[in-house]
């Protein structure tokens, strides 16, 4: 049986389930898909999500690892393409978080600006952040009078 890549609707009969865990919706995406970016099936807030994520995770690691010692560990050349190591580990999250951004800026250029500021509300309620929530009900209400 195949089903189609969520992202380029092809017919594949090997495809990565990814489950939202908000939207409780799955998305099938093909290996050529993943491999072209990894993010590219997620929601503007689960973006913001994952890079506060891997910002405080860098931030962690950077003063966890200020130890030459443990940053330049030496690993045996045999093992280097299967080893995680602190240098290795953080430039493998630096790239996530580069690509994360560019996602980020992808979604905000292409989405109107009511847009962003709906999917910005939601976010402060689900947050709690009522007055952040009021500020921005009354910028998607000045939107709203635009038009």
Known sequence: ????????????????????????????????CQSGNEFSTCSLGEINKNIKQLE?????????????DIWDMKVPE???PFAFYPKKIYKI????????????????????????????????????NFEKAALLKKEIEKQKKKK
């Open 56 to 68: 405080s995770m860098l931030k962690d690691m950077e003063d966890t690892f200020n130890d030459p």
């Open 93 to 128: 999250a630096l790239n996530q978080l580069s690509q994360l951004k560019f996602r980020k800026l992808e979604i905000t250029s292409k989405t109107p600006r009511k847009k962003l500021l709906e999917a910005e509300l939601q976010t402060a309620i689900e947050q709690e």
């Open 1 to 32: 049986m195949s089903i189609k890549c969520t992202i380029c609707n092809t017919e594949k009969e090997h495809l990565t389930i990814f489950l939202n865990a908000e939207t409780k919706k799955c998305d099938y995406v093909c290996q050529e």
């Open 78 to 80: 045999e093992l280097e």
